[in-house]
């Protein structure tokens, strides 16, 4: 049975107005008759009508799975005790299906058998309560775990919290840094914008910005910094906080991607200014548009190649060999060239040259030389030394002497192009079954 309370005085009644507001209702359960003494504050915080009576059975049923057991528990611990109060939170779902945290403070009266006679208590509305708790709880851990540095200073700019993030990024622990002047972390020459973020924040403004910050290992390095206020209880501002992410290998990302941009303008012109040549020169050795389109097409197909090569190893050098192999491989056996030399990597800016020349060389060679008949052969060597590579090209058995009147495009491309992107001369021999090219090439 639930019995009302008696009708209330006023000043029951304003006592009764402040147990609403505050979300408080006193209670009573009397062991003998199994009533429950309850108050309007009561029904309403459990969801109820103004005149609806549930039995203690019907409360208890709404207690969510393990809370029976933990409440009970906590009674027959006060019934041992000197005084016999306990405090115990619960959750409950209400009449109206809402689940709410409560907190019970009460008192558990024994007769004089030591058998409980009543509880009498103070029924708590702790729901809000908890969702604050819960929510700082999990900012805390997010705070806790978090990667960034989040450190929170009073008005006088001292540290008033740093997280395990700003250890690991600064290098001081929370006993060094909690009560120390935030300059510690401010290189002297950031002081000035530090000091104009802090007087923002302080005015209510949040606000990103990248500056630098100093270790304490006093190294520098780049950060991103979001700064807030930080509110006390009244609404006013009492210090601030801010979000340190380290922008080191962010801004190493950033230096290499624009490194990459003037690397890829750079190849382009060059590219451009290569084919432009190769498509000027073609067309002035070639006697019909059926021969300029097999040999410029060809030509590009070799430059592109090169460029697929440098592409695969990272877009910056290409070893020599490498090119060898790729120049001579669809025209001749290893046994038929001979190639020696030390494991060299050549740069973006020399391999497409030298690419294109040795493409010349080998298609020349099965046109008129060496690779045209069945017995010849090719000899290439290449030696390294401190200020660049020499290259030496020689053709064993040729079948026929290069010495036509018309200058082709290999011809034109080692007198006037290599030359020109190598800054060093190409020197060329002929004799009645030998062919020699050698020439300096950078490594730069």
Known sequence: MVLELKELSRP???????????????????????????????????????????????????????????ISACVRTAMTSDDHFFRVDFRIRR????????????????????????????????TERKVEELENAYLASVVASTPYAVISVNKDRRVASWNDGAVSMFGYTKAEAVGKLATMIIPADARTNADGVMLRTLSGETITTETTRLRKDWTTFPVKITAAPVLGPDGSIIGASGVYEDRTEAKAAE????LLVRELHHRVRNTLSTVQGIAGVTAGVCSSIDEFRHAFT??????????????????????????IDQELGPFVTEARVAAVGPNVALSSQVAPTLAMMIHELATNAVKHGALRGDTGTIEIRWTV??????????????????????????TTLLDLVVPAQFGSEVFRSFAEDEIRVTLRVPLG
């Not at 609806?52 to 799975?65: F, G, T």
């Not at 409980?116 to 208590?121: C, D, H, K, R, V």
């Open 255 to 258: 230096e290499r991607q624009a």
């Open 12 to 70: 029951s009644l304003d006592l009764a107005a402040a147990f609403a507001a505050a979300k408080m209702a006193p209670w009573t359960f009397v062991m003998a008759t199994q009533d429950v003494l309850r108050s309007p504050q009561f029904n309403a915080l459990l969801g109820l009508g103004a005149d609806e009576r549930p039995s203690l059975n019907q409360i208890v049923s709404r207690l969510l799975p393990g809370e029976r057991e933990r």
């Open 298 to 323: 060809r030509r590009i197909g070799a430059l592109a190649q090169t460029h697929s090569r440098l592409t695969e190893a990272g877009g910056q050098t290409i070893c020599v060999s490498d090119l």
């Open 95 to 126: 009449f109206d299906n809402q689940v709410r945290w409560f907190l019970l403070r009460a008192q558990a009266i024994v007769n004089g058998s030591g058998d409980l006679s009543e509880i009498t208590g103070m029924l708590i509305d702790l």
């Open 385 to 410: 030394d401190d200020e660049g590579l020499d290259f030496f090209w020689a053709e064993h058995g040729t079948v026929e002497a290069r010495t036509r009147s018309r200058k082709g495009f290999g």
